[in-house]
């Protein structure tokens, strides 16, 4: 059974910084793809950042260089580190696995192709 954790959701102040984490276990492939979307009132979710095992990455364009997301494959833990936080970054973010395949680093992959996830953390930027 498959099981998605996230960690360190919270109120930050524009500007600010925070680093969200996700724990990940049962995964029947150790190497997949994960990644992180998040969704705001009235908006559909979207994609943030995905990473593979090798490290290659895509980042939606408004987080591009204020966001990092990383992996730790012994673990499989995955993390996002946010700097620069702006308001419009207020959202429930998730955290997401496919089970065997990768990403691509083109473009953005969509929620339909994570069939695991976790029960999201509430991120609130505050001006």
């Known amino acids: 059974q498959v099981h998605l954790v996230e960690y360190g959701g919270g109120s930050v102040k524009a500007g600010g910084s925070a680093r969200l984490s996700c724990a990940a276990s049962?995964?029947?492939?150790?190497?997949?793809?994960m990644g992180w979307f998040r969704q705001a009132p009235g908006k559909e979710r979207e994609g943030v950042a995905t990473?593979?095992?090798?490290?290659?990455?895509k980042y939606e364009d408004s987080v591009k260089g204020r966001f990092t997301i990383s992996k730790d494959n012994t673990n499989v833990t995955l993390y996002l580190d946010m700097d620069s936080l702006k308001p419009e970054d207020t959202a429930m973010y998730y955290c997401?696995?496919?089970?065997?395949?990768?990403?691509?680093?083109?473009?953005?992959?969509?929620?339909?192709?994570?069939?695991?996830w976790g029960q999201g953390t509430q991120v609130t930027v505050t001006s």
């Open positions: 990473i593979n095992a090798d490290g290659s990455a």
């Open positions: 049962g995964l029947p492939s150790v190497s997949s793809c």
């Open positions: 997401a696995a496919k089970s065997n395949l990768r990403c691509s680093t083109a473009n953005m992959e969509s929620q339909g192709v994570f069939p695991y």
